[in-house]
């Protein structure tokens, strides 16, 4: 597609269920970023991947929280356990790896944990 | 360590007033700067980006000019629209390593007709 295509988007669960939450990037872009937007915290990086490698998981906030990315493309977002400090609108992002190439954002993923 | 500081919102301004949103970063060297727009109901946009001291993004209106000496970005627009009602974000392309972006918490601004 034209863009960055984020699904679901919207998601309502448990707490203590786990979610998985998906990214397809602009075709050609190998940089992949995950982002969190909340009220309290703005927006948080999480994790970054050049390719299927992700060589900075900085910012996932624990480790109930994991992603991948396969064939270069798609990225699955998966959170174990939910609790409500992770209700938040999960954005991915995709660039070309070239210094200063900006990020194309997809709509996101609102997740709201009850 | 790295982190941006932009106006803090919200701000109301009558439609075709002057709009300034300031911003200002710490980081290490010289980043690329970005303003980035979320319209009610979307996804962020870029709005316009700077790569080097003294450039002048600019898009819709928009410009914002790399200040070195300053290090700031401010976003200036000479006559609001109501349809530029919105959140704005500054943010900043760390060096070397993942090149992540860091942003500043948004400043939302409504016009009004």
């Known amino acids: 597609g034209a863009g960055v295509s984020q699904s679901p988007s919207n998601k309502v669960t448990e707490k203590g269920k786990d979610v998985e939450l998906r990214c397809d990037p602009i075709?050609?872009?190998?940089?992949l970023y995950w982002y969190r937007q909340s009220l309290g915290q703005g927006l948080e990086f999480l994790i970054y991947f050049q390719g299927n490698s992700a060589p900075d998981k900085s910012g996932l906030p624990s480790d109930r929280f994991s992603a991948e990315r396969t064939g270069g493309s798609v990225s699955t977002l998966t959170i174990q356990r939910t609790q409500q400090e992770d209700s938040a609108v999960y954005l991915c992002?995709?660039?070309?790896?070239?210094?200063?190439?900006?990020?194309?954002f997809g709509d996101g993923t609102r997740l709201s944990i009850l | 360590g790295d982190s941006v500081t932009q106006m803090e919102g919200p701000v109301t301004l009558s439609e075709e007033a002057f709009l300034t949103i300031n911003c200002t970063y710490t980081a290490t060297g010289y980043p690329s700067l970005f303003w980035y727009v979320q319209y009610p109901g979307e996804g962020l946009q870029l709005l316009l980006k700077?790569?080097?001291?003294?450039d002048k993004g600019s898009n819709k209106g928009f410009e914002a000019t790399y200040r070195k000496e300053t290090t700031s970005f401010h976003l200036e627009k000479g006559s609001v629209q109501v349809s530029d009602s919105a959140v704005y974000f500054c943010?900043?392309?760390?060096?070397?390593?993942?090149?992540?972006?860091?942003f500043g918490k948004g400043t939302k601004l409504t016009v009004n007709p």
């Open positions: 075709s050609g872009h190998t940089a």
């Open positions: 943010a900043f392309l760390t060096q070397g390593g993942s090149e992540k972006l860091v």
């Open positions: 700077a790569t080097k001291a003294d």
């Open positions: 992002a995709s660039s070309f790896y070239s210094s200063n190439q900006p990020q194309h």
